[in-house]
């Protein structure tokens, strides 16, 4: 990266430029010749006693002594992806929101309050929200009211419900929410989970050369669905309600050996996108091209009714999935972080 002007490196970042992305370049050792740097790029989230915060894209916050800055500059928002279809943030984010319907919700100025909840499994005390997503603050405005009088609204509502609080805020692309994340991390709001939300053209998927005829398409999830996916217990209603929710909802099935499917997914078809989600092969079954013909079964559907983007969320840490969807030809576009209150 370029930070001279005539030669010469200059700090060029102030206080003022907090929430503004910037480009800085540390001391971090060595002697007088042989000096270490390192440098962060990133959104300013704030410059408190003499301590910059930098939020980078996956929304890992780095802190820089200013008295360590030999050089920085504000720069331009991150680049849009230029594989892919054009796409905002914002419009991601509903799209992912009404993909992932909770089963009640309220209004909080700008944010959405979720709620999923069904009993503890074996009948034990308290209540199990399904998915995070269905089951946290969605900040996507303003709230109408202080962020601390928000937070204590917030942490009230779903302790009603006797659900832990959580907030989803997005990190790495324009008008993604580093500052609101910020704060939260100051009020001792703490991440505990990172995905990222990828995006491709739809097109190509569909035209993959995958065994699609072994994958059944249906509207409705039905029992078998549900012995392969992994992401609940014993389902309740409120699991069912939350998956079959949706603009156009389909499952693919790929039946097994047994009365557990080999593998599964789910599409949902919302104007221009269709967002993958619950894509699970069983390990006896892996490495069969099974995901890609579930996948391209449901992207041909998705053609079929009009979509021509695709959009799906994918944990960070889960590598083999990753590296699935980037050979498919999805690139990231944002990241997303699940934020639990204290």
């Given at each position: 990266m370029e930070?001279?002007?005539?030669?010469?490196?200059?700090?060029?970042?102030?206080?003022?430029?907090?929430?503004?992305?910037?480009?800085?370049?540390?001391l971090t050792g060595g002697g007088p010749g042989a000096e270490k740097f390192t440098d962060t790029v990133g959104v300013l989230t704030s410059w408190d006693n003499g301590v910059l915060l930098i939020t980078r894209r996956t929304g890992e916050s780095v802190r820089v002594p200013a008295a360590a800055l030999v050089a920085g500059k504000v720069v331009p928002a991150a680049p849009a992806r230029?594989?892919?279809?054009?796409?905002?943030?914002?419009?991601?984010?509903?799209?992912?929101?009404?993909?992932?319907?909770?089963?009640?919700?309220?209004?909080?100025?700008?944010?959405?309050?979720?709620?999923?909840?069904?009993?503890?499994?074996?009948?034990g005390p308290g209540r199990v929200g399904?998915?995070?997503?269905?089951?946290?603050?969605?900040?996507?405005?303003d709230p109408g009211m202080e962020l601390d009088a928000a937070l204590?609204?917030?942490?009230?509502?779903?302790?009603e419900r006797g659900l832990p609080a959580y907030a989803q805020i997005a990190t790495g692309a324009a008008d993604t929410q580093e500052l609101l994340g910020a704060e939260l991390e100051r009020r001792g709001w703490r991440s505990e989970v990172t995905a990222e939300v990828r995006i491709g053209?739809?097109?190509?998927?569909?035209?993959?050369?995958?065994?699609?005829?072994?994958?059944?398409?249906?509207?409705?999830?039905?029992?078998?669905?549900?012995?392969?996916?992994?992401?609940?217990?014993?389902?309740?209603?409120?699991?069912?309600?939350?998956?079959?929710?949706?603009?156009?909802?389909?499952?693919?099935?790929?039946?097994?050996?047994?009365?557990?499917?080999?593998?599964?997914?789910?599409?949902?078809?919302?104007?221009?996108?269709?967002?993958?989600?619950?894509?699970?092969?069983?390990p006896e079954y892996r490495r069969q091209g099974l995901a890609t013909a579930v996948m391209t079964?449901?992207?041909?559907?998705?053609?079929?009714?009009?979509?021509?983007?695709a959009w799906l969320q994918v944990e960070t840490d889960n590598d083999a999935a990753r590296a699935l969807y980037e050979g498919m030809g999805f690139t990231v576009h944002h990241h997303y972080h699940h934020f639990r209150s204290p």
């Open positions: 930070f001279t002007a005539g030669g010469r490196l200059e700090v060029r970042v102030t206080p003022a430029d907090v929430g503004k992305r910037v480009s800085v370049r540390q230029r594989r892919g279809p054009a796409a905002t943030f914002e419009e991601l984010a509903r799209a992912g929101a009404r993909a992932w319907q909770p089963v009640e919700s309220e209004r909080l100025g700008g944010w959405t309050l979720r709620a999923a909840a069904g009993p503890a499994p074996g009948g399904f998915t995070r997503r269905a089951n946290s603050a969605l900040p996507l405005g204590t609204r917030t942490r009230r509502w779903y302790g053209a739809l097109a190509p998927l569909g035209d993959r050369d995958a065994d699609v005829a072994r994958v059944r398409l249906d509207r409705a999830v039905d029992e078998s669905w549900l012995r392969r996916y992994q992401r609940t217990g014993a389902p309740g209603p409120h699991v069912r309600q939350v998956l079959g929710a949706g603009p156009s909802v389909w499952f693919a099935t790929v039946p097994g050996a047994g009365d557990v499917p080999a593998a599964i997914g789910r599409c949902v078809t919302d104007g221009r996108w269709a967002g993958f989600m619950a894509v699970e092969v069983g079964a449901l992207a041909r559907r998705a053609l079929e009714e009009g979509a021509s983007a």
